[in-house]
């Protein structure tokens, strides 16, 4: 069955080029239309495997539906901006989007992203786990453990602690996390794996995870 791609995006020129873009690539497309005031919910009703969300809509604010989708939902957002802000960029990020591609932009770069993002969206399998000081890593389930309190991890929050926990003790650079996260370190600052970090931290300290579990080695990486 073909993955199916979530189209948010109130230029309808854009629009349809991406969606043709993404069809002739084999992806199953569905595009949002109509009011802005249930975004959120009719995109997850539509059961998608990955949500391109547009930043800036009329009478909607990206950042909110990105919030709220990911309130609800661990499926990936790949967000798009004609902003060059780097607040904007960190905005979504802390809000749970998974990459964040400019406009304008080429269609195979885009495509190359979320190609990339649904490869790490894959997951291994369902049983696999990891366990180290207490912390259990459900890879397959997405979720961390501690003293029995679960959590769901983002995308991005698994590969991290995945990467980690793979390497007990020892400082992982943080030039191996960010390959990991995005196959490549090409077209990611050190601001955006700084996010991703935090936001994991904030999530383990939600468990009662001890505040020294995840170690930085400033200007080196991260250890566990």
């Known amino acids: 069955m073909a993955q199916r791609i979530y189209i948010i995006e109130d230029d309808v020129a854009l629009r349809t ?16 239309e ?19 969300l547009d930043l800036k809509l009329p009478g909607a604010d990206g950042h909110s539906i990105c919030r709220d989708i990911r309130a ?8 798009l901006t004609s902003s060059e802000s780097e607040f904007d960029e960190v905005m979504a990020m802390n809000l749970g989007a998974d990459d964040y591609v400019t406009k304008p932009y080429r269609p195979a770069v885009l495509l190359a992203h ?8 894959a997951g291994p399998a369902a049983d696999m786990t990891m366990r180290h000081k207490g912390v259990t890593l459900n890879i397959g389930a997405g979720t961390v453990s501690f003293n029995d309190r679960t959590a769901e991890l983002t995308r991005n929050e698994l590969r991290i602690l995945q990467t980690l926990m793979r390497n007990p003790g020892v400082v992982v650079p943080r030039s191996e996390i960010m390959c ?5 370190d090409a077209f990611i600052d050190d601001n955006t794996l700084t996010v991703n970090v935090n936001r994991l931290r904030k999530t383990l300290a ?3 995870v001890p505040d020294d579990f ?3 080695r400033r200007g080196v990486g991260y250890a566990v």
């Open 17 to 32: 080029e991406l969606a043709h873009v993404l069809e002739l690539s084999g992806f199953a497309v569905g595009v949002y």
């Open 34 to 52: 109509g009011s802005w005031a249930d975004t959120a919910a009719r995109a997850l009703a539509a059961e998608p495997d990955c949500i391109v």
């Open 72 to 79: 609800n939902s661990s499926v990936p957002i790949l967000m």
């Open 114 to 121: 979320l190609q990339a993002l649904l490869r790490r969206s």
């Open 180 to 184: 990991a996260l995005w196959e490549s």
């Open 206 to 208: 939600s468990l009662g």
């Open 214 to 216: 995840l170690v930085t």
